[in-house]
């Protein structure tokens, strides 16, 4: 397997055992993990410190939620659209944060927060759920990027056990709120 290649892989196997065991985990752990022998996690990097942070790092990469977002079916009804866009980003949020949790990170690892790059990600994930929206926009009482905004914070905040005092939304829970409200009808 080229060094690449075994890199990744070592990456990959890495992760999980991040989110179970944090920063203790051993390199034993991840050459098991990974079906290599310990030393060959040597011969890719120069130590499990190096490994572990580039795991973390690829933790926090969009691709794999840009790949699933772009899996979501669009001609579901659009309920139905949101609470799948909104079962993917509280799957996100939750793995986010039980690996800060399990690593000890308070916050992303982000160098510089206000990267072009990570404003390009942004941008690009914006856009892409007010595609998502599609059609429906024109029921909805605001912008459909203010709707994403919306979505997206409540999703945040009701996935983050300690800012949802371990009461978590569910998907259909957080849609419901930003759709239809909290009231029993509508007026004063």
């Known amino acids: ?3 690449d290649e075994r ?4 990456v990959r196997a890495t992760l999980p055992l991040l989110r179970q065991h944090g920063r203790a985990v051993t390199t034993r752990q991840i050459a098991a993990a990974a079906g290599v022998a310990e030393g060959t996690i040597f011969g890719v990097f120069e130590s499990k410190d190096q490994l572990v942070d580039e795991a973390i790092t690829k933790a926090f990469e969009p691709g794999t939620f840009v790949h699933q977002h772009d899996a979501l079916d669009a001609s ?3 309920r139905e659209r949101m609470v799948a866009l909104v079962a993917l980003l509280q799957r996100r949020f939750l793995d986010t944060f039980d690996l800060m949790r399990a690593v000890g990170m308070v916050a992303p690892p982000h160098r510089d927060r206000g990267s072009a790059e990570l404003e390009k990600y942004r941008r690009e994930i ?41 009461r978590l939304l569910t998907p259909d829970e957080i849609v419901g709120i930003v759709l239809d409200g909290v009231l029993i009808e509508r007026g004063d």
């Open 1 to 3: 397997m080229p060094p």
């Open 7 to 10: 890199r990744d892989a070592l």
């Open 76 to 78: 579901l009804l659009f």
């Open 126 to 166: 914006t856009e892409r759920m007010v595609a998502l929206v599609g059609e429906d926009a024109v029921r909805l009482r605001v912008p459909p990027e203010e709707f994403v905004h919306v979505l997206r914070l409540l999703t945040f905040s009701a996935s983050h056990r300690e800012i949802a005092d371990g």
